[in-house]
C-alpha cells in the first residue's frame, strides 16, 4: 500500500486498512527522518562499521548490503536488540523496523501454508517476533537468522493450533476435496491438515496418529525426540505412523468418502487395526498419549531480506 504522501498517487481513504506490517514500515521511516533520528552509536563495534551515530534506516542498508561481514551484522544487531529489551518502545520499532524485509518473508511464507486474512498473519508475525526479541541470545552469531527463525517457528505453532481447532469442529462437507461431488469446492480442502482432520472424523485414523503424522511429516519434529519426549520406543512410533499412513493413503485413493473404516474410538485412541501389532499396547502399557507437540526443531524463515 502506497503512502498518502507519495506523490505519484492520491491516497483513498477508503483503501483497505494498512497491514501491521505496513504500519511498522511507516513508523518506523517516521522515527528515522527528520532532525532527530533514531540512530545506533556504532562507534566502539567495530569490524569496519561507521565510527559515528547510524540512523536506523542508513543502518538497514548498510546491513543488507552483501559486503557486510556476518560478524558486523551480529555486532549492530546485539547492540539493537540490548537497546529493544532495555528501552523498549522506538528502539523495539527500530530493530523490527531493520529487519522488515524478513518478517515480511516469513509472513509471506506463513501465507501460502495456512488460509486466513493476511492483517493477521502479519499481526501474530510481530507479537512472535517480540517474544524472539526476549528468548534469544545477542551473544550468539547468526543473530538475524535466529530471531526469524524463532518468530517463523512460534507463529507456525499458532497457525497449526489454530487451524486444528477449527478442523475437529467443521463439517465434513467443508474439509473434503474441492473434486468430489457435493463437497462444495472448498478452496481449502487440500491442505493436509485438513486432510488429516477428516480421515479422523471418518474414523480412517485415531487423532494420536493424525498428531504423529503431523508433528513428524509436516512440522520436521526428529522421530527420535518425539519418542523421548512421549517415552514411547521410537519403533513404536515409527510402526505406529506406516500404519497410519497405509490407512490413510489407501482412503485418499478411494476418494476420501465420508465413511472410512468405522467412526473413530471417541477416546482418542488408535483404531484395532493402528495398535493391533503394538508391543506396548500388548503389554498394557498406554502407549497412545497425545504427542508432546512442544517438541520442535528451529525453523527457518529463509535469508535475511531477499
Request: net charge neutral; aromatic share 4%; charged share 25%.
Amino acid at each position: 500500500m502506497r503512502h498518502p504522501d507519495d506523490a505519484d498517487e492520491t491516497y483513498d481513504s477508503h483503501d483497505d486498512p494498512p497491514s501491521p506490517l505496513d504500519v511498522l514500515a511507516t513508523t518506523f521511516r517516521l522515527l528515522t527522518t527528520g532532525p532527530a533520528p533514531l540512530a545506533l552509536d556504532c562507534s566502539g563495534l567495530g569490524y569496519r562499521l561507521p565510527r559515528r551515530r547510524v540512523p536506523l534506516d542508513e543502518l538497514k542498508v548498510l546491513l543488507l548490503h552483501p559486503a557486510t561481514r556476518y560478524a558486523a551484522r551480529d555486532a549492530a544487531l546485539a547492540a539493537l536488540v540490548r537497546r529493544a529489551r532495555a528501552e523498549r518502545g522506538a528502539w523495539l520499532v527500530g530493530l523490527a523496523g531493520v529487519l522488515e524485509p524478513g518478517l515480511r518473508r516469513t509472513a509471506g511464507y506463513l501465507a501460502r501454508q495456512f488460509p486466513g486474512d493476511p492483517a493477521d498473519l502479519d499481526a501474530e508475525v510481530l507479537a512472535c517476533f517480540l517474544e524472539a526479541v526476549e528468548q534469544v541470545d545477542p551473544d550468539q552469531g547468526r543473530l538475524a537468522g535466529r530471531l526469524l527463525g524463532i518468530t517463523f517457528t512460534r507463529t507456525r505453532q499458532l497457525r497449526r493450533a489454530e487451524l486444528r481447532h477449527r478442523q475437529w469442529t467443521l463439517p465434513l462437507e467443508t474439509t473434503a476435496e474441492p473434486s468430489q461431488p457435493g463437497s462444495g469446492g472448498s478452496p481449502v480442502g487440500g491442505h493436509p491438515d485438513f486432510i488429516l482432520a477428516r480421515a479422523v472424523r471418518c474414523g480412517v485414523i485415531s487423532r494420536e496418529s493424525a498428531a504423529l503424522i503431523g508433528a513428524t511429516r509436516l512440522e520436521a519434529v526428529d522421530l527420535g525426540d518425539l519418542a523421548a519426549a512421549s517415552r514411547h520406543k521410537p519403533d513404536t512410533l515409527r510402526h505406529r505412523r506406516y500404519r497410519a499412513e497405509q490407512r490413510l493413503i489407501a482412503w485418499i485413493h478411494a476418494g476420501m468418502p465420508a465413511h472410512g473404516h468405522g467412526q473413530p474410538d471417541p477416546t482418542g485412541r488408535p483404531s484395532a487395526s493402528e495398535a493391533g501389532s503394538d508391543p506396548d499396547r500388548r503389554s498394557g502399557r498406554d502407549s497412545d498419549s497425545t504427542p508432546n507437540r512442544a517438541v520442535t526443531s528451529e525453523g527457518s524463515a529463509g535469508s535475511w531480506g531477499v
